[in-house]
């Protein structure tokens, strides 16, 4: 399969990851959303990893990029919390979704990948797409600070990091599955401190359609992880990054097919559709 396709099937299962972990937050905690949706990921990745043959050969480097990453995916969500919290989502995730201009940055000068007119633009109008449709006006939070938007950007810096460092690792062994049950593994340990420090008063409620749902959260975002690997592995970095931020994008259709209501549809959302699809289309023609 085509490392685009690969890319937008990773997009719609992490659009799946949301939606299903939308639903487990009607019946449950965030605390208990942590601890299933990361321990489902990371027992599906190491099944998988144990039915296709075992732990395969490879090298030290490899892995050492591996355990950075899960290190570093530890570090963004932590960050993309205290975004939420300190800013609010309609400030947080515009900025946090600002991660393929990094990785294209970051591909183009360190890694010296090929990016086009067209590539270039594409990404551009992905992420202004991905901006419009995740924006909603809200009220500041109490405390609310202008420069409490580093910690929302500084997520988004990372995740772009993240992109080119996969590229890397792959191109020492190319072994998607084992790799994304390493940082898997790596994320849930990092997680721990967070899950235990946790200052969620409501602790960690274990309803049964909750921790249903949070499995099948964290199957999915397995599964985008898995699909984003295997399509880096073959796929140029600023490519592939700009493909996977379309999550949004599904997120507002399968909210607007199946849970009508839930979402609005005005000029906005739209327009922010539009320059999605156009951005996708002009990466596929440029590449």
């Known amino acids: 399969m085509a490392p685009e396709a690969l890319a ?3 997009a719609f299962s992490y659009a ?3 939606i299903y972990g939308w639903f487990g937050l009607q019946y449950s905690t965030p605390l208990a959303a942590t601890i299933v949706s990361l321990l489902a990921r990371t027992i599906l990745l190491w099944a998988a990893v144990m039915l296709t043959g075992g732990i395969p050969v490879f090298a030290r480097l490899a892995l050492i990029v591996f355990v950075l990453l899960g290190i570093l995916q ?5 960050l993309t919390f205290v975004g939420l ?8 995730q515009p900025l946090r979704n600002t991660y393929p201009l990094w990785s294209a940055l970051i591909a183009i000068v360190v890694m010296h990948e090929k990016a086009s007119a067209m590539i270039i633009a594409g990404t551009l109008l992905i992420v202004a797409g991905v901006v419009l449709i995740s924006w909603k006006p809200d009220v500041p939070p109490p405390g609310y ?7 929302s950007l500084a997520a988004g810096v990372l995740a772009g990091v993240a992109f080119p460092l996969r590229r890397y690792g792959l191109t020492i062994n190319d072994e998607p599955l084992f790799f994304a049950a390493v940082v898997a ?3 849930l340990a990092g997680a721990l401190p967070y899950v235990r420090l946790s200052r969620d008063r409501r602790g960690s409620k274990w309803h049964p359609r909750g921790v249903l749902h949070f499995t099948l959260s964290g199957f999915f975002e397995g599964l985008g992880a898995l699909l984003s690997l295997m399509a880096l592995s073959s796929g140029r970095v600023v490519i592939i990054s700009p493909i996977v931020a379309t999550t949004p994008l599904w997120n507002l259709i399968i909210a607007i097919v199946f849970l009508r209501g839930r979402e609005e549809i005005n000029a906005r959302t739209i327009a922010g559709t539009v320059s999605v699809v156009l951005g996708t289309a002009a990466i596929a023609l440029g590449r």
């Open 8 to 10: 937008l099937l990773a």
């Open 16 to 18: 799946l990851f949301t």
């Open 74 to 78: 530890s570090v963004t969500s932590l």
């Open 85 to 92: 919290h300190r800013i609010g989502t309609s400030r947080s």
């Open 145 to 151: 600070r202008w420069w409490h938007i580093v910690y």
């Open 185 to 187: 593994v790596v994320s």
